[in-house]
């Protein structure tokens, strides 16, 4: 029995499997194994996650500090504008409130906040107490909503009614309260919304400068830099484009049935994918504008001119390598294989926290034989994978980091605080430097496992 098996639970050996030694069949998208130290959220911080960089609207926490504190700033989104996101607000119930309710504590706040902030909207969050003990989250709003004249909206996120994934559909049905009812006159016919995008270190004006060389309109950002008005009026949209697919297909997808919104998948990670994505793009609307596929492959051509070069040269040091992926969203997993394999390197370990069934399939196919993937994944078993592979470089988030420097492995920030961006074709460039870096830095001879090897 090799060491990666002897620290898997018995329940959890249905979400890992090896290429090549196991035919494909994945459990995923289920609650995490108690005693297993799960890398994946709760419910609240799965809406929260994807509401937060709504720069105009009023974000407030019905619920202990706490969930208010940890949840601060929980993405480095960055705002063109209001930075009212970046202020963390809650009832901060007592006990108290837990025993007479918070309705009263909770309409008290949305008042004050509102009066002093004017915001264009107002999310209100539902945490674990408040679906112990009843408050009419819903009741509240409307009350305030029709008091204030703004949007007050209630996201049902108490952490205990699932996984991650749960809350992400909580935000898609709060935000679809605010489409359709905004004014879509003069919105171009050649115009999308950018969804799944979090505008992590400015990424995504990146993708909208793309889309407008192109000579696309962006209606909405969703949620990156996002306007409570653009999602108003998101329906007049011709396009939805949707890349982090766990977080916002939801409201794709309700968007669709509703408004007749057609949506494309997209990733903007790696060469391949980027360009792909653009492609796409450009064919949907090329009955409209028959151009826009000349201008997308020379907006692809000057971007790769300056890109590949480089990429050659990073290649000479980094052909061979190993890498690891762990990550939140599957979508930037299939990116990352790719862009390995740009680089020269081999991914021996590929997972997510909140993948899909089709997602791990798709993993599947476009992996290595012998490649291990796993679905919510805990450190114990993320050391012994890597551990068992020798990898030489570790994606992952703030989480997976100490795992890889308590094993003498590189390891590149692919997470919400990341400060560099590392989507569009500059952004290959960014995390080929980084891995480049990371992977030949001398500190690694002075470290165990390297001396062990050599």
Known sequence: MSTAVSVIFQERKDQILRKGQDSFGMECNRDSLAGAVSQRACVFCGSRVVL???????????????????TWDIRGALSSGPALHRLSFSTDLQERDVIFGGEEKLYLALCELIDKY?????????????????DDLDGVCRRVAAEK???????????????????????CRAMFRLVGTGDTKGISP???????DFNLAGEIW?????FTRMGIETVANITGDGRVGDLQRAHGAALNVVQCSGAT??????M??????????VSYFGVEDMAESLYEVAKFFENKDPQIMERTRELVKSELAVLYPAIQEFKKDLAGKKAAIYVGGAFKAFSLVK??????????????????????????????????????????????????KDVDVFVGGVKERPIAYKLGVGFCDHNHERKQPLEGFIGMLNFAREIHSSVMSPVWRFVPRKKARN
């Open 52 to 70: 937060y960089p709504i720069s105009d609207a009023l974000h407030l926490v019905h619920g202990p500090i706490g969930c208010a504190a940890y």
């Open 118 to 134: 004017a915001p264009k909207a107002a999310f209100v969050y539902s945490t674990c107490i408040v679906g112990i003990i009843g």
């Open 149 to 171: 004249g703004i949007p007050v909206l209630p996201v049902q996120s108490e952490g205990f009614k699932g996984n991650k994934r749960e809350g992400y559909g909580a935000a």
């Open 190 to 196: 050649l115009s999308l919304n950018i969804l799944g």
């Open 206 to 210: 990146i993708i909208r400068d793309y």
């Open 249 to 254: 297909t939801e409201l794709a997808k309700m």
């Open 256 to 265: 669709k049935e509703s408004f007749g919104t057609p949506f494309l998948r």
């Open 339 to 388: 862009a390995f394999r740009l680089l020269g390197m081999q991914v021996v370990l590929v997972g997510s926290q909140t993948g899909t069934e089709e997602d791990y399939r798709e993993l599947y196919e476009v992996t290595d034989e012998g490649t291990i993937i796993v679905d919510d994944s805990n450190p114990l078993e993320l050391s012994s994978f890597l551990k068992e």
